[in-house]
């Protein structure tokens, strides 16, 4: 596809649940961010791949946060055992090369409730 | 520790006049410079960017001024209308990741 698109769009998922959402980045991009928005809030970093590189980690708020990036294609964030807290907006980016000025590029993000 | 920082959460102007939104960084590392408009239920779309070999950047209404020295940023928006209603992040880079501001929530009056 021509965007960066994020599936589902929408999951409402109960309490102690397991979830996954999906990443389809823009081919060729090589940068993929994982972010979230919770209402009201800014955007708070998550994670980021470059390439081969290892991913930084840096922003996932707890182990029941992980994700994985197979090469430079699909991401999958999973949360283990959702929390009410983990009710927000995840949003994915895509950009060209780091090593290059250039922009990165948002899915419409997936909105996950937890009831 | 926020590297990047837009201070003000929220900011309304009347409609034809002028937006300032701004941003301040402490990283001295990053070199490039975006802003992103976000409207409610969508992804953050990519609006205008500034490389730090630049004081000024323009784009139609949409101008962003570097201050390499403050380590600030601004988007002026001239004349603003009711569309530009929408939250706006300031994002930064260097060698390493995008790192975005909280943002600003625009409200234009008609």
């Known amino acids: 596809g021509a965007g960066v698109s994020q599936s589902p769009s929408n999951k409402v998922t109960e309490k102690g649940k397991d979830v996954e959402l999906r990443c389809d980045p823009i081919?060729?991009?090589?940068?993929l961010y994982w972010y979230r928005q919770r209402l009201g809030q800014g955007l708070e970093f998550l994670i980021y791949?470059?390439?081969?590189?290892?991913?930084?980690k840096s922003g996932l708020p707890s182990d029941r946060f992980s994700a994985e990036r197979t090469g430079e294609s699909v991401s999958t964030l999973t949360i283990q055992r959702t929390q009410q807290e983990d009710s927000a907006v995840y949003l994915c980016?895509?950009?060209?090369?780091?090593?290059?000025?250039?922009?990165?590029?948002f899915g419409q993000g997936t909105r996950l409730t937890v009831v | 520790d926020q590297q990047v920082k837009q201070n003000s959460p929220s900011l309304s102007v009347q409609e034809g006049r002028i937006s300032i939104l701004n941003c301040d960084y402490t990283?001295?590392?990053?070199?490039?410079f975006l802003w992103y408009k976000k409207y409610p239920a969508e992804g953050p779309t990519f609006l205008i960017s500034?490389?730090?070999?630049?004081d000024k950047n323009e784009d139609g209404r949409f101008t962003v001024f570097l201050n390499k020295s403050a380590k600030h940023l601004s988007l002026h928006i001239v004349p603003s209308q009711p569309g530009d209603s929408a939250v706006y992040f300031c994002?930064?880079?260097?060698?390493?990741?995008?790192?975005f501001g909280k943002g600003t929530k625009l409200t234009v009056n008609p």
């Open positions: 980016a895509s950009s060209l090369d780091r090593w290059k000025n250039t922009e990165a590029f």
């Open positions: 081919s060729g991009h090589t940068a």
């Open positions: 791949f470059q390439g081969n590189s290892a991913p930084d």
């Open positions: 990283n001295s590392m990053f070199d490039y």
């Open positions: 500034i490389s730090s070999i630049k």
């Open positions: 994002a930064a880079s260097g060698a390493e990741k995008l790192v």
